[in-house]
């Protein structure tokens, strides 16, 4: 019976959908010769040296041709999951990339998991768990910001930190623990204020890493902006500024806006989501006291709040009581 974690494992790379190439990527022990069973070109894949490219053709069990193809081929260790790699650059399309991909698991390989070719590659050293999770961030990244983020992450530079921290603790929990079995001779291994300096050291860097949590989630999910107001206040005339289309219904009918609008917006690299409310007033209407308690709900997610006033109005004081209300259910 063949170990889970050492099959031959097969996944379609790409996104799904019509395009010019996809891509098919088999890894574990015997994929190389696995893909040799289906694939014909000037040599066997198994003869070839590690990061070359290969042109052939990938015929199913009958020797019916299903595509020309160029296979790329990576040999252990030297490959993304250090496992013996080949990826199968084919023409796009569902239809072809599936019957690439069922071939292929037809002549003995299996499903890849999601995630699982990563999982490789940290259960077999060659990322830890923190680039592993980088690259989840890398291929989700909507912005510069974020780009830079997850890039930085996956060179390891957040590794390093914490790998050198926990150098620090242990080395300095070693001399101590040494100190302690000569306390009776008085033998000092450790200078006091020596070992506080390092252990501030070590908090101020761990309270900087506890800091960037929050800055990194921004850059990888964008920075929360709702716009909020009472109804006819301009709330959907700024969205649509800022967006520089009519995505809202603009109307001067108070409380035409009474479901929430989402869009993506970007300035100097940085994510912003933009999120247009219902006004906020009381009332009878079913759907519109729905759309008020979305745009609440809405309004204590938000990391910043554009309270819109009209300042054509009378008295601000029905304005000046929500914004006291938003803050305090902000806090």
Request: charge should be negative; aromatic fraction near 6%.
């Amino acid at each position: 019976m063949s170990n889970y974690n050492e099959d031959t494992i097969a996944a379609v790379a790409t996104a799904v959908g019509d395009g010019a190439i996809s891509i098919v990527r088999v890894s574990g022990k015997g994929s190389i010769e696995l893909i040799d069973k289906v694939f014909s070109g000037k040599q066997k894949l198994i003869q070839a040296h590690s990061h070359t490219i290969h042109y052939g053709k990938i015929s199913d069990p009958k020797g019916q041709i299903i595509d020309e193809v160029l296979a790329a081929v990576f040999k252990s260790p030297n490959s993304y999951t250090s496992e013996d790699m080949v990826e199968i650059n084919c023409h796009g399309g569902w239809f072809v990339t599936n019957r690439m991909l069922q071939t292929i698991l037809e002549s003995g390989a299996r499903m890849a998991e999601p995630g699982e070719f990563t999982k490789r590659a940290f259960v077999n050293g060659r990322i830890d768990l923190v680039q592993a999770e980088a690259v989840a961030d890398l291929i989700k990244a909507r912005s510069d910001l974020a780009h830079k983020a997850s890039i930085s992450q996956l060179e390891g530079k957040l590794s390093n930190k914490l790998i050198n921290i926990n150098s620090q603790l242990i080395n300095l929990i070693g001399l101590i623990e040494l100190e302690l079995d000569f306390v009776e001779e008085q033998i000092s291994l450790i200078d006091s204020s020596s070992a506080v300096e390092t252990l501030s050291n070590i908090i101020q860097e761990l309270k900087e890493l506890s800091d960037s949590f929050k800055s990194g989630k921004l850059y990888r999910e964008g920075i929360k902006v709702v716009i909020a107001g009472k109804p006819n206040s301009g709330k959907s005339s700024l969205l649509n500024l800022l967006l520089k289309e009519n995505r809202a219904i603009v109307t001067s009918i108070p409380g035409t806006t009474r479901d929430i609008i989402e869009e993506n917006f970007i300035i100097d690299g940085a994510l912003f989501v933009l999120t247009d409310t219902a006004g906020i007033r009381t009332t009878s209407d079913y759907i519109e006291i729905e759309g008020v308690k979305r745009s609440h709900d809405k309004i204590r997610e938000a990391d910043i709040v554009l309270f819109v006033i009209d300042i054509s109005a009378k008295s601000l004081e029905d304005e000046i009581k929500l914004i006291k209300q938003i803050s305090f259910d902000n806090k």
